[in-house]
């Protein structure tokens, strides 16, 4: 009968049999999509990070910007500035992805990158007025097949959280920019405090980066109290920290975990295919999320 399930789901949903496609335990993610396809749509919201997860990693060899990187532009901010961000990055990604440090370990480092660039970006006095040009001057794409996704997903009436340590301000205008911003989609991000005149002054509320997404998620519980008729969650992200991100949610049913594993895949495979449910390995499409939430609503 085992074999007759897996073969069932496995005609239904052809894009999980693609070698790019790892998971630890088939059947457990089997039976996840038959459960959440029962209960249907209105039982179902979806939580998503957003730099490297709905946003492209990479596009014809070259890599895509994050909502932070978008900001690296003449319109916003000057040389001195952008070579003191490019250092950063070079000296705290390397840490971020680092398969050989406990999360613990690299907690007060992204406290430091996050600051830091947080700091030089409020002296440059960037113009909320220019966010958007920036953003259309910029190679920031969304991964193939983001339409279908949240196009599905607004009709289904099912709320996607997108849940970002990046930039709020840039992230709402790369996907007003791809017209998918539809009034289904909620953001939890780090956003900009503009003063009277329209300058950066101040990034609101309690900092987010990659690993404290817990304390972010339990923060917004207004937000998860307001879903709770919605016990069953699909979740999608590209760093292990991004698992937290589902925390707010109080009764959780059924829970499925897509991971995007982007970059120091053999270094990394092994610890996202045992933290997440399904493994995307250098996919930079949205085909596997798209077909299970067809499959589901
Ligand atoms: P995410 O939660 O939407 O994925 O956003 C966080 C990502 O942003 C994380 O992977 C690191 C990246 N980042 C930059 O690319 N540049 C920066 O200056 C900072 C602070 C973060
Ligand atoms: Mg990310």
């Known amino acids: 009968a085992l074999a007759i399930w897996h073969q069932l789901t496995k005609s239904e949903i052809p894009e999980l049999a693609k070698a790019s496609v790892l998971m630890r335990d088939r059947s457990r993610v089997e039976d996840t999509i038959q459960a959440m396809q029962r209960a ?7 939580i998503s990070d957003f ?10 060899g070259k890599r895509c910007p994050t909502t932070h990187n978008i900001l690296d532009n003449d319109l916003l901010i ?3 500035c952008k070579k003191m961000i490019r250092e950063l990055l070079n000296t705290y990604y390397p840490i971020e992805i680092d398969a050989t440090r406990t999360v613990e ?18 002296q440059q006095k960037i113009r909320r007025d220019l966010l958007a040009q920036a953003v259309k001057q910029s190679s920031a794409m969304l991964r193939e097949g983001y339409k279908v996704f949240f196009d599905q997903l607004q009709e289904q009436q099912v709320p996607l959280l997108i849940f970002s340590a990046g930039l709020g301000d840039i992230l709402e205008e790369v996907i007003r920019q791809n017209h998918v911003f539809h009034p289904n989609v909620h953001v939890i991000s780090n956003y900009m405090d503009f003063d009277q005149s329209g300058v950066l002054r101040a990034f609101k509320g309690q900092l987010i980066h990659t690993f404290n ?3 972010g ?7 998860f109290r307001e879903l709770q008729e919605r016990p069953n969650v699909l979740l999608l992200g590209d760093s292990l920290g991004d698992l937290t991100m589902a925390d707010g949610v109080a009764h959780t049913q059924h829970a ?12 990394r495979k092994e610890s996202y295919v045992n933290s997440y449910d399904i493994v995307l390995v250098k996919d930079e499409t949205m085909d596997v999320p798209n077909a299970i939430l ?3 609503t």
């Not at 730099?51 to 014809?60: E, G, I, K, Q, W």
């Open 40 to 46: 249907g749509p209105d039982a179902l919201q979806v």
């Open 51 to 60: 730099d490297m997860t709905l946003s492209r990693f990479a596009h014809n």
């Open 78 to 80: 000057n040389d001195a």
């Open 105 to 122: 370990e690299k907690l007060p480092h992204m406290v430091e990158w996050w600051t830091s660039v947080h700091e030089l970006l409020i």
């Open 213 to 215: 997404k817990r304390e």
């Open 217 to 223: 998620a339990l923060l917004h519980a207004a937000h």
């Open 256 to 267: 499925l975990t897509i991971g995007f594993l982007n970059d120091q895949v053999e270094e």
């Open 294 to 296: 067809n499959y589901i």
